[in-house]
């Protein structure tokens, strides 16, 4: 499947995908972040339930500390 | 346009803040000067002198609540603009009562948690809101890492979004006050497109 991610077409393997294996696929590794699919923000709460599909728009941005 | 119009028109809108701190306090004076009608800026801490290396505060200050000492800034420089100040700490239930019909919110944290509950309460509760936030200011140089993206109608990133701030890479006034000025620099750029509501109060 691909997906757009962060603007770039990018390509995984199998139909869908969680947004949890999309994470972990990509080894995105900072604790804090927003994930928005088609422009829908994504709790962190539905990380292991919420379902990407081919086409789909995601963006993933750290949320580093410091202000 | 004559700055006497861009702040005649920004004069009309209503922009929160959440947070007082090094992004906050800067964000807060910048949108002072340019004009903005209504700041409501919420936060429940009080000064240390460890602040002053980069928050828009005085060492006569340190011991006073931040949203105090804030409005008496701005108070001096454009006595003009309205500073609504809310001391409790912000969460999933009180954001969208806080900062309900407020044009823009600026996201302007020190805590990483506090930016990630603020971005899902505030794009899942306030749909339509913009909401400008700062990622990634500590430590000083590397201006050229630092960026701004528009990620859609709704959310807007300032900042390197990627150094962390910690005990060896503490946030200074020059990153932070660039980031904070940022912030600023959109908040301005989202409201001059806008229609002003001349009916609200």
């Not at chain 1, 947004?19 to 928005?36: H, T």
């Not at chain 2, 910048?30 to 700041?39: K, M, P, Q």
């Not at chain 2, 420089?77 to 969460?91: M, Q, R, S, Y």
Request: charged content about 25%; some cysteine; aromatic content about 6%.
């Amino acid at each position: 499947m691909k997906i757009i991610l962060n603007n770039r077409v990018e390509e995984f393997p199998g139909e869908t995908l969680l947004i949890s294996e999309m994470l972990a696929f990509k080894k995105f590794s900072y604790k804090m972040r927003i994930v928005k699919i088609n422009g829908l923000l994504i709790p962190r709460e539905r990380y292991e339930s919420t379902i990407i599909h081919d086409g789909d728009n995601v963006q993933m941005i750290y949320l580093m500390s410091g202000g | 346009m004559r700055f006497s119009e861009i702040r005649d028109h920004l004069a009309g809108f209503r922009v929160g803040i959440a947070g007082a701190g090094g992004l906050g306090s800067n964000c807060a004076v910048a949108l002072a000067r340019s004009g903005v009608g209504t700041l409501v800026i919420s936060d429940f801490d009080v000064i240390e002198p460890a602040n002053l290396n980069r928050q828009c505060f005085f060492a006569s200050q340190v011991g006073m609540l931040k949203t105090v000492a804030l409005k008496e800034n701005i108070a001096r420089i454009n006595p003009d603009i309205i500073v609504i100040a809310h001391t409790e700490k912000l969460d999933k239930l009180n954001i969208p009562e806080i900062f309900a019909s407020c044009d823009v919110i600026v996201e302007a944290f020190d805590s990483d948690k506090m930016k990630e509950m603020l971005a899902e309460t505030v794009q899942t509760r306030m749909p339509g809101t913009p909401l400008v936030m700062g990622s990634g200011l500590a430590g000083w140089g590397k201006s050229e890492a630092i960026k701004f993206r528009k990620i859609d109608e709704t959310l807007y990133i300032c900042g390197d979004e990627s150094t962390t701030a910690g005990e060896e890479m503490p946030p200074m006034a020059p990153r932070v006050g660039i980031v904070a000025n940022m912030q600023a620099n959109t908040v301005v750029e989202i409201l001059m497109k806008r229609t002003r509501d001349y009916f609200r109060q």
